[in-house]
C-alpha cells in the first residue's frame, strides 16, 4: 500500500507521555504482507490509524498478532475454495517491547508479548499499534497457538482470544506505561476489557450488603465507547456460562457478570453497552436498527469513512495533487472537484482501468478490454451480500450483457461459511456459461492491494446487500474516490451517499417499503437488468458527458464526506471528549 512504513523502531518512551484514546480491535489492516485482518472490519481499523496519525490524535491501537493469518484462499477449477496457512513472520516488520503481561486461563498463566509497530503519517504524526503474542516457550504449546488464526477455531478458542485481547490488552498498555483517556472497543470482541477495568476501580469495601455495590461501573463507563458492527442479534458474540467458568473461573464473580453481560449467556455485545458511556453504530440507517435491537440504550451513529490517501490509485492521486492540493489531508477539498478538466478525469480513470485489465489478462488470462463496461463486485463470500444475484435470471443477463459488460469479482467465505463458499461456486459456473459472452474473472485471495485495484479499475461498483444487514460497507466509498460510480441497494452508508443518477444509482425499493416485499431477490434483480439496460449501459456508451459528470459528483459528494478524516474528528468531538 506505500502508506505505511517502519522507519528504524521509534521510542515507545517518546509516546506515553501524553494521555491516549486505546483502540482495541480484533483485527486491523495495515499492511498486505502482515495478515491481521479478515475484512471491512480490519480495514476499517486500519483507515482509523492511519487518519489518527494524520490527524496527530493522541491514539494507541491494541490487537492480536494473528501469526497465522485469515488465510490464504486458493480456488480450483469447480470454484471450490481451498484454505491454507497464512504465515508471516512478525519480526521482518516490528519489533517486541521488553515488558511481558499474563493471563490466567484454563488455570494456566498464560504469558503474553507485544510486538509495536508504527503507522507514520506523511505528515509527521505516528500511531503505535500494540500486536499481543502467546508464542512465547514459557507458555505450553496449546497456549503458544492462543494468538495464531484470526476467526479460527472453536467458542473456546475464540474466548481465550479475547481474554488475551481485552485483559491483556489492558494490562500490556499499563504495563508499557500509558495513560489512556478512553478505551474504544472496535465490535465486541475486546468487551472483556470492561472487567479489567472494574478491578481497578473496585470500591475499598469491606463488607456490603450488595456485592455489585464494590464493582464502580459508573467510573468504567465514562471511560468506555464501543461501536457495535452487526445488524443481528446473531453476530453477536456469546458464550456459554460453561465455558467461561472453565476458561477464565474467578476471573470475575459470575453473579455480577451475568448482570453485565446477560443472565442466559454471556454476551460480550450487551458487556459492551453496559459498560460504555458512548455507543455507536456505522451508518445513521445501522444506528437505528441496533437501537431497535437494543433498547433502553443510547446509540448513536457515525457513519464509516475510508482513508482518502489509502483508497485513491496513483493516476488519481496525481490528478487531485495536480489540481486539489492538500485533498489528501483534508477531503473537503473535493468540493472542488469541478475544476479538473473531463478530459484529465477521464484519462485518470482510464489509467487505472488499463492497470486492472492488464492485470487479469496477464495473470488471469481473462480476455477483457479497455473499452467495455466493466462491473466489479468484491467483498467477503457470505449469504447476505448476495454476490449471485446479477445471475438470478441469467438469460437476461446475457441478452442485455452480451458483448457489452464485463465483470470482475472476488471475495473469500469464511472457511466455515459453507453458503459462502457456495456463492463462490455459483459465480464459477455463470463464468462458463457466459464464456465469450460477458467475460467474468474472478481474482483469488481478495487483498487490500487488490482492493484497490479492483475498486479504481471498475466503471460500475455493484453491492447487493440483504437489507438491512450491510451496516455500513466501505468498499464503495473507496469506489466514490476513484469516479467509480455506485450501483448499490440503499443499505448502510449509501442511503446517505445516493443520489439517483447523480452519485450513481440504487437497486430495488428503499429501506422501509423493501421490509414490506416478499420476493426481495426477484424484485432487487428485475431493477438491476432494467437499470443497465435502460440506464447504466445507454449512458456508458452514449452519454459520456454525463458519465463524467456522475463521476464528479461521486467525488465532490461522496469522498468529500465517507473519509475516515471526517469519522475521526466526529468520534474526537462526539465520542473521545465527552
Ligand atoms: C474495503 C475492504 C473490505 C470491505 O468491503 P465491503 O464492501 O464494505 O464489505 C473488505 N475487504 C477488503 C480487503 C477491503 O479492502
Redesign the pocket.
Known amino acids: 500500500m506505500g502508506f505505511c512504513y517502519n522507519k528504524p523502531m521509534p521510542l515507545l518512551k517518546d509516546y506515553i507521555r501524553e494521555p491516549k484514546i486505546a483502540y482495541f480491535s480484533m483485527e486491523i ?1 495495515l499492511r498486505d504482507d502482515m495478515y491481521t ?4 472490519l480490519g ?1 476499517l481499523a486500519g483507515d482509523i490509524v492511519r487518519s489518527a496519525a494524520d490527524l496527530n490524535i493522541p491514539f494507541v491501537a491494541v490487537t492480536l498478532i494473528s501469526r497465522k493469518g485469515y488465510f490464504n484462499q486458493e480456488i480450483d477449477e469447480d470454484g471450490h475454495q481451498i484454505e491454507l496457512p497464512a504465515i508471516w513472520e512478525p519480526s521482518r516488520h516490528m519489533n517486541t517491547a521488553p515488558e511481558r503481561v499474563s493471563v490466567r486461563i484454563e488455570g494456566r498463566t498464560v504469558h503474553i508479548q507485544a510486538w509495536v509497530y508504527f503507522v507514520e503519517s506523511l505528515r509527521g504524526g505516528s500511531v503505535p499499534v500494540i500486536f499481543l503474542d502467546t508464542d512465547l516457550p514459557e507458555n505450553s504449546e496449546e497456549d503458544r497457538q492462543i494468538t495464531d488464526y484470526l476467526y479460527g477455531g472453536d467458542d473456546a478458542y475464540r474466548m481465550k482470544q479475547e481474554a488475551v485481547l481485552g485483559i491483556g490488552g489492558v494490562r500490556m498498555l499499563r504495563r508499557l506505561g500509558f495513560k489512556i483517556k478512553k478505551y474504544h472497543m472496535n465490535e465486541g470482541h475486546a468487551a472483556f476489557l470492561t472487567l479489567e477495568l472494574l478491578h481497578d476501580y473496585k470500591r475499598d469495601i469491606e463488607s456490603v450488603w450488595d456485592e455489585s455495590y464494590i464493582w464502580d461501573v459508573e467510573s468504567v463507563k465514562e471511560l468506555c465507547v464501543f461501536t457495535t458492527h452487526t445488524p443481528v442479534e446473531a453476530g453477536h458474540d456469546k458464550f456459554s456460562y460453561e465455558l467461561y467458568d472453565r476458561i477464565l473461573g474467578d476471573y470475575f464473580p459470575k453473579n455480577v457478570l451475568k448482570r453485565l453481560a446477560g443472565e442466559e449467556n454471556l454476551n460480550m455485545t450487551l458487556l459492551a453497552l453496559n459498560l460504555s458511556k458512548y455507543i455507536n453504530g456505522v451508518a445513521k440507517r445501522h444506528g437505528e436498527v441496533s437501537q431497535d435491537m437494543f433498547p433502553g440504550y443510547q446509540i448513536n451513529a457515525i457513519t464509516n469513512g ?1 482513508h482518502s490517501y489509502t483508497w485513491t490509485a496513483e493516476s488519481f492521486r496525481r490528478l487531485y495533487d495536480k489540481y486539489l492540493p492538500g485533498w489528501a489531508n483534508e477531503p473537503e477539498i473535493f468540493v472542488r472537484v469541478g475544476v479538473i478538466p473531463d478530459e484529465e478525469l477521464w484519462d485518470a480513470h482510464m489509467e487505472a482501468k488499463r492497470r486492472l485489465i492488464d492485470y487479469v489478462n496477464t495473470v488471469y488470462n481473462a480476455g477483457m478490454d479497455y473499452h467495455t463496461l466493466t462491473i466489479g463486485f ?3 463470500a457470505t449469504a447476505y ?1 448476495r454476490a449471485d444475484l446479477l445471475f438470478y435470471d441469467i438469460e437476461r443477463l446475457e441478452r442485455i450483457g452480451t458483448g457489452r459488460l464485463q465483470i470482475i469479482y472476488a471475495g473469500k467465505a469464511h472457511p466455515k461459511d459453507i453458503e459462502g463458499k457456495h456463492l463462490i461456486e455459483k459465480i464459477y459456473s455463470a463464468m462458463k456459461r457466459l464464456r465469450g459472452k460477458i467475460n467474468i474473472v474472478f481474482l483469488k485471495n ?3 492491494e ?3 485495484r479492483v ?1 479504481s479499475g471498475v466503471d460500475v461498483w455493484l ?1 447487493t446487500p440483504l437489507r438491512p444487514l ?1 451496516a ?5 466509498m ?1 469506489a466514490a474516490h476513484n469516479g467509480v460510480l455506485n450501483f448499490s441497494v440503499l443499505d448502510g452508508w449509501w442511503i446517505e451517499g445516493h443520489i439517483e443518477g447523480y452519485t450513481g444509482w440504487s437497486i430495488g425499493p428503499g429501506p422501509e417499503e423493501a421490509k414490506h416485499i416478499d420476493d426481495i431477490n426477484r424484485v432487487d434483480a428485475e431493477d438491476i437488468y432494467h437499470k443497465l439496460e435502460n440506464l447504466i449501459i445507454p449512458t456508458y456508451y452514449n452519454d459520456r458527458k454525463t458519465w463524467i459528470r456522475m463521476m464528479q459528483n461521486a467525488i465532490g459528494k461522496n469522498a468529500y464526506y465517507f473519509n475516515t478524516h471526517r469519522m475521526m474528528r466526529r468520534y474526537v468531538t462526539e465520542a473521545y471528549i465527552r
Open positions: 489492516g485482518y479478515s475484512g471491512g480495514v475510508v468484491a467483498r467477503r451480500k481478495y487483498s487490500m487488490i482492493a484497490l475498486i453491492n450491510e455500513s460497507g466501505t468498499s464503495g473507496k
